[in-house]
């Protein structure tokens, strides 16, 4: 099953279990999902490649979220997170570095306690601009997978195949971040022994603030990804509390 994408820069708010009331923004066009992945689970169905990409121009992001944010502001809403995310890989937005800047000091107007965070899916992080940009939110929410090539080629097709080495690079070089690794079972599965000891493994090279876990809440539109039980990606939080003594948290 798929969800709709998002039909302009601004949405909002959200109510979710991880970061309460927040207001998205999406930097990736409306008639399509834009990703460096193309994951089994992806709720924006799966990345077609060919189609003209017209992304938002920063002026536009800069007029919509102005105008956003001053209504939510004058309605006096109670919001936890400002997050970028939306329609797939939002650092991808060729303006990225410079919607960011924009972004926060709109968020010092009408919003100065509310932080700004990304939903990233890690990897362009170890480009020069990516990561400068990254660092200067308040939050990173990076995705990890797998702990190995195999499993992020298994489970989130990158387009480029041989991103490992270079993303796992950038994480490691990224501070303060909270890794999101989604576990799921079905024809491809990231919950064996195995699997889960080389994603300790990384998660321990990289050093996360902490680590959010979670599965899928429903099967997606193709293939035949499957759910874990909550009691599985609890054992798998606990081994990786005991192994690294890095905070894990089940969503
Ligand atoms: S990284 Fe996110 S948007 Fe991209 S394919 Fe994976 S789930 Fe979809």
Known sequence: ??????????????ESRRFGKSLGVNLLPSDQKVCSFDCLYC?????????????????????????FFSSAGDRREEIRWIMIAGNGEPTLHPEFPKIVRMLKSLRDRWFPQVPIGILSNSATCHWTDIHDSLSLLDGRFMKLDAGSPDVLGAVNQPLNKNIWPQMIGGLYRLRHIVLQSLFVRGDTDNTSEKIVEDWIHTVAYIRPESVQLYTIDRPPAEGSVQSVERTRLEAIAARLREKTQIPSFVF
């Open 43 to 67: 709720q924006y169905g799966r990345t077609r490649l060919g189609k003209p990409v017209r992304f938002p121009e920063a002026a536009e992001v800069e007029e919509e979220a102005s105008r």
């Open 1 to 14: 099953m798929t969800i709709p994408l998002q039909t302009g820069v601004m949405y909002g708010p959200l």
